[in-house]
C-alpha cells in the first residue's frame, strides 16, 4: 500500500472505508480529491525530506540541526475538467472554495497573456495551469511542455544547471562545468 493510499483511509471515507479514524471529511466537505491528494502528496515529501536531511545530520553533526517541516505556501493545479475549464479565448472557469462550498466562477483572462501564449506557445504542450497567490491577488500560472533534443557534445564539454530543492530554501540553482568548477549559484527563498 502506497503512504498517499495509506493516509487516505485514515482520513477519508468511501464505501469500503465508512469510519476512517479522522474526520477530514467534516472539517474539509466535498474537498476535490486532487486539491486532498495534491496536500498529502506536499506532505509527504516534506516529512521524508526532512527525515532524510535528519538522518544525515546525526551521521555527520555539522551546522544546525534541521528543522522539522512547517505548512507552506503550496498552490494547487487546475486540473482539467475538475478544476479549470476555458470557456473562451479570454475567459475561463475555475472550481474555488466559496460561500461554503466548492464552485466554479467565471474569470478573465489578460489578452495580452493569452495573446503571448498563443502566439509563442502553440506548439508547446500547455500543462495544467496552477492558481497562485502573490500579495493580495491571485494568478493563474500556465505551464509548457516542449521536447528538445541536446547538443550531441561529450559531456565534458558541457556546462550543467543543477536545481537542488531544499527546506530552507526554496531551490539552489547551480551552473558548472563538467569538473566540477561552479560558475555561478542562485539562492530561491520561500516568500511569507
Not at 521536447?147 to 561529450?154: E, G, N, P, Q, W
Given at each position: 500500500m502506497s503512504r498517499l493510499t495509506y493516509i487516505e483511509t485514515l482520513i477519508h471515507a468511501t464505501k469500503d472505508n465508512p469510519d476512517p479514524i479522522y474526520d477530514f471529511d467534516a472539517k474539509f466537505y466535498k474537498m476535490p480529491s486532487y486539491l486532498r491528494r495534491g496536500a498529502i502528496n506536499e506532505a509527504i515529501g516534506k516529512v521524508s525530506s526532512y527525515k532524510s536531511n535528519l538522518d544525515n545530520w546525526i551521521k555527520d553533526p555539522v551546522g544546525r540541526e534541521p528543522s522539522s517541516p512547517k505548512a507552506g505556501y503550496t498552490f494547487p493545479s487546475m486540473y482539467r475538467t475538475v478544476m479549470y475549464n476555458q470557456t473562451g479565448d479570454y475567459t475561463a472557469q475555475i472550481k474555488v472554495y466559496i460561500r461554503n462550498t466548492w464552485d466554479w466562477i467565471t474569470i478573465n483572462?489578460?489578452?495580452?497573456?493569452?495573446?503571448?501564449?498563443?502566439?509563442?506557445?502553440?506548439?508547446?504542450?500547455?500543462?495544467?495551469?496552477?492558481?497562485?497567490?502573490?500579495?493580495?491577488?491571485?494568478?493563474?500560472?500556465?505551464?509548457?511542455?516542449?521536447?528538445?533534443?541536446?547538443?550531441?557534445?561529450?559531456?565534458?564539454?558541457?556546462?550543467?544547471?543543477?536545481?537542488?530543492?531544499?527546506?530552507?530554501?526554496?531551490?539552489?540553482?547551480?551552473?558548472?562545468?563538467?569538473?566540477?568548477?561552479?560558475?555561478?549559484?542562485?539562492?530561491c527563498k520561500l516568500t511569507k
Open positions: 483572462l489578460k489578452k495580452s497573456d493569452m495573446d503571448y501564449i498563443y502566439r509563442h506557445c502553440s506548439f508547446r504542450k500547455q500543462c495544467a495551469p496552477t492558481l497562485q497567490k502573490r500579495g493580495k491577488e491571485w494568478f493563474l500560472e500556465f505551464p509548457f511542455e516542449e521536447k528538445v533534443k541536446l547538443a550531441d557534445i561529450s559531456v565534458y564539454e558541457q556546462t550543467i544547471v543543477a536545481v537542488d530543492l531544499g527546506i530552507n530554501t526554496a531551490a539552489t540553482i547551480s551552473v558548472m562545468l563538467s569538473d566540477g568548477t561552479i560558475l555561478g549559484r542562485h539562492f
